[in-house]
Structure formats: C-alpha cells, structure tokens
C-alpha cells in the first residue's frame, strides 16, 4: 500500500499564511490533490494535480509537491478557511492489477 | 446544477446487507468514473470503490473486498452500492464522488448517507 502523512493540526494567525504538508515515498512522481472539509459538510477539492484550483477556489489557495513532500499553502488566512484539510493520491498495485485511492489522515487548520 | 444525491443509508445489524445509491443530475453521467468514499465518526476519508464509466474497471479497497459490489446505471444516471456482510467497522458517512478525468480526483461529492451497523 502507500501512506500518506499529515500533521493532525496547523494553527495560523488571522491574515498569515497556512502551509499543510502531506508526505509520502517519492510523492514528488505522483499527482496530488486536496480536498478541504468543513463539520458537517462534505470534501470540497481546493487544489488538483499538485498546483491547480478548480473554478471557484480562491487564489489564495496554491499547493507544491517535490520529493517526499507536498505542501497546501493557504494564504491571507480567513477565519472561513477554518476546516480539515486531506491530500490525496491514487497509487497503482500491479501485482494485482488494481489501483488504490489514498487520502492522508487529515490535517485540522485553526485561524487564530 | 451539478448534482449528487446519495440515498439508501440506515441501521443494521450485523452480517446484513444494504443498498446505496446515488442520483446524478447537471452533467453527463456516462461519461464520468464515478467512486464511493466513506468517513467513519470522526475520522478521516477512506476511499471505498471505483468504477469506469463504461463498467469495464472496478476497483475495491481491501477493507470491503469481497463483500461490497459496485455498480451504475447510465440510462438512470445512477451509482450503487450493495453491501453485504456489513460489520461494525463498516459505519461511516457514504460518499458518491465524481472523478476527474485523467488525475483520479474527486471533483464532485454528494452530502452523503449515513449508515450505522450495531446489535
């Protein structure tokens, strides 16, 4: 399988910027996506195949990913961007023919 | 408006079975790989099973293989879910996700079902 490590939480002051990391072997060679979580609702996709904002998001909202490591950068923190934070890769099995779905534990961001 | 609607969740016990599914509306559903993600209480997103729009790829994670069978009905715009042998692991929100073509995203989710397995 492949893991996905996120810290459980982030704190940001008002107005600062939030970075996120999500780590993974070799996470640089695969595409990452991030899904930002309110309670109570469902997954929102803030940022696909490593840097780019579906329609809607805000520009604030920017990601990376090299090496072992890729980064949800939030900047201008508002206190509506208070959420769960998941990256996501697929990952191909192919000594099982298959592919796997994988999201990080999730990263709680509290604006301050 | 694009739309999923998930339906079908509720108490069980146990070693019994339910149905989910997922009505799809604004978009050209046969087009679409579709997916089901879940999230137990209070824990993270947990991606569940996978489905090409044409039925040809179906994928499960290990955790439900074997006892849950994806499926979809195009003419109905429908996604399913058949779960069998449910266990109390199995209790989690249930998600209907629209994938994205190329990059294996989820760039659309229903609200979700709630389905709650206990004696």
């Known amino acids: 399988s492949y893991d996905l490590t996120q810290p459980l939480s982030v704190s940001v002051a008002l107005g600062q910027t939030a970075s996120i990391t999500c780590g993974g072997n070799?996470?640089?060679?695969?595409?990452v996506h991030w899904y930002q979580q309110k309670p109570g609702q469902a997954p929102v996709l803030v940022i696909y195949?490593?840097?780019n904002r579906p329609s809607g998001i805000p520009e604030r909202f920017s990601g990376s990913n090299s090496g072992n490591t890729a980064t949800l950068t939030i900047s201008r923190a508002q206190a509506g961007d208070e959420a769960d934070y998941y990256c996501?890769?697929?990952?191909?099995?192919?000594?099982?023919?298959?592919?796997?779905?994988?999201f990080g534990g999730g990263t709680k961001l509290t604006v301050l | 408006e694009v739309q999923l609607v998930e339906s079908g969740g509720g108490l069980v016990q146990p070693g019994q079975s339910l149905r989910l599914s997922c009505a799809a509306s604004?978009?050209?559903?046969?087009?679409?790989?579709m997916s089901w993600v879940r999230q137990a209480p209070g824990k993270g997103l947990e991606w569940v099973s996978y489905?090409?729009?044409?039925?040809?790829?179906?994928y499960y994670a290990d955790s439900v293989k074997g006892r849950f069978t994806i499926s979809r009905d195009n003419a109905k715009n429908s996604l399913f879910l058949q779960m069998n042998s449910l266990r109390v692991e199995d209790t989690a929100v249930y998600y209907c996700?629209?994938?994205?073509?190329?990059?294996?995203?989820?760039?659309?989710w229903g609200q979700g079902t709630v389905v709650i397995v206990s004696s």
């Open positions: 996501q890769v697929w990952a191909s099995r192919t000594w099982l023919d298959s592919r796997i779905w994988v």
């Open positions: 195949r490593d840097n």
């Open positions: 489905i090409t729009n044409n039925t040809t790829t179906i």
């Open positions: 996700a629209r994938g994205t073509t190329g990059s294996y995203a989820f760039d659309i």
């Open positions: 604004g978009f050209t559903f046969s087009t679409y790989e």
């Open positions: 070799n996470i640089g060679r695969k595409n």
